[in-house]
């Protein structure tokens, strides 16, 4: 993917989380993080500063598009993206990862792609809801929506990735 496409692709994802934020709202335990999605796809060989960087701006984007806790999406994305290099080491081989350019189902396969969505989805929420309101509730509601919105998102993240990747920013 190149970078006109790759920043056409994060605005999208940036208009569809406000769209999201704004007019959906599913159950107050529910929050879909769709701003994700930009970060798991950099390419493989990008130095984790630059992906830290460019999580920082998606994030303070969404964090000021819409009422919310001010640095809450930076601070989750850029945990996402400091651990994203590490992530894929543990989902990948490393003569998979020789040849990796763009993590995506096509590169890692339908299942690996799930399980790197699935464990970036999981460090992502361990920060928000920590951030958030872990000192507000009791463990069982914040493990509860901490299930609920990792498996939520998941879901969402494949949906999303099979209509805009394989679609108008696919590039393949």
């Given at each position: 993917?190149n970078?006109?496409?790759?920043?056409?692709?994060?605005?999208?994802?940036?208009?569809?989380?406000?769209?999201?934020a704004?007019?959906?709202?599913?159950?107050?335990?529910?929050?879909?993080?769709?701003?994700?999605?930009?970060?798991?796809?950099?390419?493989?060989r990008?130095?984790?500063?630059?992906?830290?960087l460019?999580?920082?701006a998606?994030g303070?984007?969404?964090?000021?598009?819409?009422?919310?806790?001010?640095?809450?999406?930076?601070?989750?994305l850029?945990?996402?993206?400091?651990?994203?290099?590490?992530?894929?080491?543990v989902?990948?081989s490393?003569?998979?990862?020789e040849?990796?350019?763009?993590?995506?189902?096509?590169?890692?396969?339908?299942?690996?792609f799930?399980?790197?969505?699935?464990?970036?989805?999981s460090?992502?929420?361990?920060?928000?809801?920590?951030?958030?309101?872990?000192?507000?509730?009791?463990?069982?509601?914040t493990?509860?929506?901490?299930?609920l919105?990792?498996?939520?998102?998941?879901?969402?993240?494949?949906?999303?990735?099979?209509?805009?990747?394989?679609?108008p920013?696919?590039?393949?």
């Amino acid at each position: 993917m190149n970078g006109t496409r790759f920043l056409l692709l994060t605005v999208v994802v940036l208009l569809i989380q406000l769209f999201v934020a704004e007019f959906i709202n599913v159950h107050h335990m529910l929050y879909i993080a769709v701003t994700l999605l930009p970060v798991m796809i950099l390419p493989y060989r990008y130095n984790r500063s630059v992906a830290m960087l460019i999580a920082l701006a998606i994030g303070l984007l969404t964090d000021l598009s819409y009422d919310g806790v001010p640095g809450l999406n930076a601070a989750a994305l850029v945990a996402a993206a400091f651990f994203r290099d590490p992530l894929l080491n543990v989902t990948v081989s490393k003569s998979a990862r020789e040849t990796l350019s763009v993590p995506s189902p096509h590169t890692l396969g339908r299942g690996r792609f799930t399980l790197f969505t699935l464990l970036l989805y999981s460090l992502f929420f361990i920060f928000y809801i920590a951030l958030d309101n872990v000192l507000y509730f009791s463990f069982f509601y914040t493990f509860g929506r901490f299930i609920l919105n990792v498996l939520a998102n998941t879901a969402v993240m494949m949906i999303l990735e099979s209509t805009l990747l394989r679609g108008p920013f696919g590039g393949r």
